[in-house]
């Protein structure tokens, strides 16, 4: 936690050094602005909760794996890659038709997003001038792999299932990246694609989050109110959101941001003042023991990182 206090400091002077301007241009040229329901946000925050907790091929995990929402999925893979970390699962839900992919979340997080010196590299090569998180590039192309595969051979065996990619944290990034990796490699996929992220960080500049955007299937961005991490990279570094933004609002409402990726009514109507790093860890369905990951308690709910 120490870490993610400091990064606060460390934003506001970037936000006081390099100035509250927007320096992306917004294209608003997309259709994201379908809404879902509270059920849905909290289901698939689940899953991405579970991300920090499935060690294996069992769907057994406490909590997460245990609700009404996801009692009877199979998970058909599970990565656990150390050296650049990247976590994982794949699974398929048979009563409600569903692929779900989750990446895992990572205290690591804040070291790269807090590294004001990294320079975004080009990706993909067939989107003119896109550039991610080199950092958060390294994670997902090292499960990109064998996950593909598995993903491919399960749309195939069920190809009336839609597929479902979600992550909270790191695994956001990842889940945003994976998209548009899907929808590039299998554009036969958009049709049963939907994107859920839970506290995402920037993950690359206007021309991807705009290519991304304008894809045919759902994406919902959840913050959850102040969440300090939906604010870094930061804009003024050349970083820019994806829409749709969907925000817990300080009263826990939802609101539905439409296809403003960087909507100045939603969170970043708020001064960093009101950014908070315990609020990247309470989003509805992640799941409190989650808690105990990032306060290095993991023995507490029988998890060996």
């Excluded at 991300?51 to 599970?78: I, R």
């Excluded at 992640?286 to 023995?299: E, H, K, Q, R, V």
Aim: net charge negative.
């Amino acid at each position: 936690m120490a870490d993610l206090e400091s990064l606060v400091v460390t934003v506001q002077a970037g936000l006081a050094q390099h100035g509250a301007r927007n320096i992306a241009t917004i294209d608003k040229a997309n259709n994201q602005t379908r809404v879902t329901s509270s059920n849905s946000l909290f289901k698939y925050c689940e899953y991405s909760g579970a991300a920090y907790k499935v060690m294996s091929n069992a769907w057994d995990c406490p909590t997460n794996c245990q609700s009404a929402n996801t009692a009877g999925t199979v998970v058909d893979y599970h990565w656990s890659l150390k050296a650049i970390p990247s976590f994982g699962f794949v699974a398929h839900k048979d009563d409600t038709k569903e692929i779900i992919v989750s990446w895992r979340g990572s205290t690591t997080l804040m070291d790269w997003v807090a590294n004001f010196q990294i320079v975004p590299t080009p990706w993909p090569a067939h989107i003119e001038g896109s550039a991610v998180h080199s950092g958060f590039l390294s994670a997902y192309n090292a499960g990109a792999g064998k996950t593909k595969a598995v993903v491919a051979d399960l749309v195939q065996k069920y190809p009336d299932y839609k597929l479902v990619l979600t992550g909270h944290s790191l695994g956001a990034a990842q889940a945003a990246l994976a998209a548009v990796d899907f929808a590039t490699e299998h554009p036969e996929w958009t049709n049963k694609l939907e994107l859920y992220t839970y506290g995402q960080p920037r993950v690359g500049n206007a021309a991807f989050s705009d290519w991304l955007s304008k894809q045919p299937f759902p994406i919902f961005r959840t913050v959850y109110r102040g969440d300090l991490v939906a604010q870094v990279p930061l804009r003024t570094m050349g970083f820019q959101h994806q829409a749709q933004e969907v925000w817990y609002t300080s009263n826990s409402q939802t609101k539905f941001c439409g296809s403003d990726a960087e909507n100045s009514t939603c969170q970043n109507g708020l001064s960093a003042l009101q950014w908070s790093t315990l609020q990247h860890l309470q989003y509805p369905g992640l799941s409190f023991d989650i808690l105990y990951l990032f306060l290095g308690n993991a023995d507490a709910i029988g998890i060996t990182l």
